[in-house]
């Protein structure tokens, strides 16, 4: 890999890496979501500096270059976010469906039965 482009790509993954704790620290992205990005910036460091693991990488899954592992890793990471943001949505719809039938509940219950005419 040539030398500016290692220097971009570490640019870039430090200040993404600043970035996201920046944002946890502020309390704009929740902690279990930061180190699932701290971890990305750092996966692509480990790559930057250890070229020879992303070449390894791509022969194991027999891709010709390594810029389509990177595409195929990358693609699988958005995915599986995807995947989990799903997941966690389908539960807040859930809780919400649930906390409105307590509120339902409970204002009948406030109300007091109804009187027939």
């Known amino acids: 890999m040539p030398l500016n482009q290692r220097i971009f790509a570490c640019s ?6 600043v970035f996201v704790i920046d ?3 502020r309390k704009k992205l929740r902690v ?6 701290c971890l990305t910036s750092v996966s692509i460091l480990v790559f930057v500096f250890w070229y020879d693991s992303l070449v390894f990488l791509t022969g194991m899954i027999g891709a010709v ?3 389509t592992t990177l595409f195929i890793m990358g693609l699988m990471f958005l995915m599986f976010v995807n995947l989990h943001f799903s997941v966690k949505l389908s539960e807040i719809s859930e809780q919400v469906k ?3 039938h307590e ?3 409970l204002s009948i219950k406030k109300e007091g039965p109804e009187k027939p005419e």
């Open 12 to 17: 870039l993954a430090l200040l993404f890496f």
């Open 23 to 25: 944002l946890a620290r």
């Open 32 to 37: 279990e979501y930061s180190v699932l990005w």
């Open 65 to 67: 270059l390594p810029t």
């Open 98 to 100: 649930n906390l409105a």
């Open 103 to 105: 509120i339902a509940l």
